[in-house]
């Protein structure tokens, strides 16, 4: 099968038997083996539809990542670059007859490349993901002042944010609220039915402080206790796509700690990208057998917080108010294709008297935010964002609800750059504004 790399160059693969002394430990050779190329996952690719070529396809991804696992063909800078192009949004698991776990292969070749040292030449020159988003709590007086003191308007108008070659993150970065005090716990209001505890995320309290406060609002009148685990940390989604997976392990083992899931009801969380990498915790590398034992534990109590909520029966007491707008919803890739679940979202809104509900066009597709994808890969998110853009355009939808921060983010920055006055909220946000509360 031929496969034509960036510069058009072509490459020729076989696959001979396995040798030992070229097998890479960290890459399950057996799981890619069951891919069968039968190309029905490529439709469902977004890059493939973008660039149409194979080495940006699910099925020459995995031919490419097991070539070099066998020792057939060198990891280089170019190589990666088609590895790294993948948005990890998995799409082809749910079209792939196989069954063939391409997240977990994607995620073992990364860590392959990580220690050879190589890495995509579009890949940012960065730091782990933890020390840049403390930096940025850090940072969150500076960055509040310059948004509320007139300074960010008079930056854009001299183009300054382009040619500090900042431009993107700041694009991105949403209104930063005054900074919230924050409780251990919250108690139910009315009669206890449970206790949950709510994962924050690492970029949670920075960049969405409003869905976490809704939460918590919205689960204290349904009768849970919530608490807020003060050692919680990073999901470590971002370190697996960084190669690191020995860090997303010490990660998730921090987690299991902070959480200790056997006293809780359940453990929620508001972005659906943190959720999936909570649920998957069991499949990580090197967890000896007690480590997976609590993992399993762990993730059995893992649930999204709109299925929660409408797997429950509320407060006879407990209204929502009308809303006489139109919703239009974006289901991310994480509730999409991994979890399987995009009618929860549209369950709860139908709770809201009024609210007309409908869904954004080509809903499948992933919309190029892809955790930190957006920022790597500016050109090919904007470019798949584009689409959903025009379909909301002919929408006349006054809301656009999604489930993920960093879909949220994306779709508000492209919003802002077309001028379409349309404002972007989690579902749970729109819950707990309608809810009919005493005085």
């Known amino acids: 099968m031929n496969f034509t790399l960036q510069d058009n160059s072509t490459i020729l693969l076989y696959y001979p038997p396995p040798m030992a002394e070229t097998l890479s430990e960290q890459f399950p050779l057996e799981d890619a083996d069951r891919c069968v190329m039968c190309g029905l996952c490529l439709p469902h690719c977004p890059t493939y539809r973008l660039y149409n070529q194979e080495s940006e396809s699910p099925r020459g991804r995995i031919a490419l990542m097991r070539a070099v696992a066998r020792g057939e063909i060198p990891m280089t ?38 220690q050879k040292g190589e890495t995509s030449r579009s890949a940012l020159t960065r730091e782990t993901p933890l020390k840049e988003i403390h930096r940025l709590e850090r940072w969150r007086p500076l960055l509040r002042f310059y948004q509320q003191s007139g300074l960010q308007k008079a930056a854009r108008a001299l183009g300054l944010p382009k040619a500090l070659g900042v431009k993107r993150q700041e694009q991105l970065l949403p209104a930063l609220p005054p900074r919230h005090i924050w409780h251990k716990d919250y108690p139910a209001i009315g009669k206890k039915r449970g206790q949950v505890a709510l994962f924050t995320g690492c970029t949670g309290k920075i960049l969405d402080e409003a869905t976490l406060q809704a939460a918590i609002t919205v689960l204290t009148h349904l009768g849970y206790s919530v608490t807020l685990p003060e050692k919680q940390t990073c999901c470590g989604a971002l370190h697996l796509r960084e190669g690191l997976p020995q860090e997303a392990r010490r990660l998730a083992l921090s987690n299991i700690e902070a959480f200790r899931a056997e006293r809780l009801d359940a453990i929620i969380y508001v972005t ?139 779709f508000q920055a492209g919003l802002r750059e077309r001028k379409i006055p349309m404002e972007v909220v989690h579902p749970i946000v729109l819950i707990a504004r309608q809810l009919a509360l005493s005085p």
């Open 272 to 410: 659906s990208g943190c959720g999936i990498r909570l649920i998957e915790t069991p499949s990580l590398p090197e967890l000896k057998d007690k480590e997976r034992s609590l993992a399993e534990c762990f993730s059995a109590k893992v649930r999204e917080i709109s299925q929660f909520i409408s797997g429950i029966p509320w407060p006879a007491k407990l209204r929502l108010k009308p809303l006489d707008e139109t919703a239009a919803v974006h289901t991310p890739c994480s509730l999409q294709h991994r979890r399987q679940q995009p009618e929860t979202v549209f369950t709860l809104l139908g709770r809201i008297p009024g609210l007309t509900v409908v869904s954004l066009p080509d809903s499948t597709q992933c919309c190029g935010a892809a955790g930190d994808y957006l920022l790597r890969h500016p050109d090919i998110a904007d470019t798949l964002l584009m689409s959903k853009l025009d379909a909301l355009s002919s929408l006349q939808a006054s809301l656009l609800v999604t489930s993920n921060i960093g879909c949220a983010l994306h």
């Open 77 to 114: 800078a170019r190589l990666m670059t088609h590895l790294d192009h993948c948005l990890t949004c998995r799409a082809c698991e749910i079209a792939c007859p196989a069954e063939v776990p391409y997240g977990k292969l994607i995620d073992a070749a990364r860590a392959m490349a990580k």
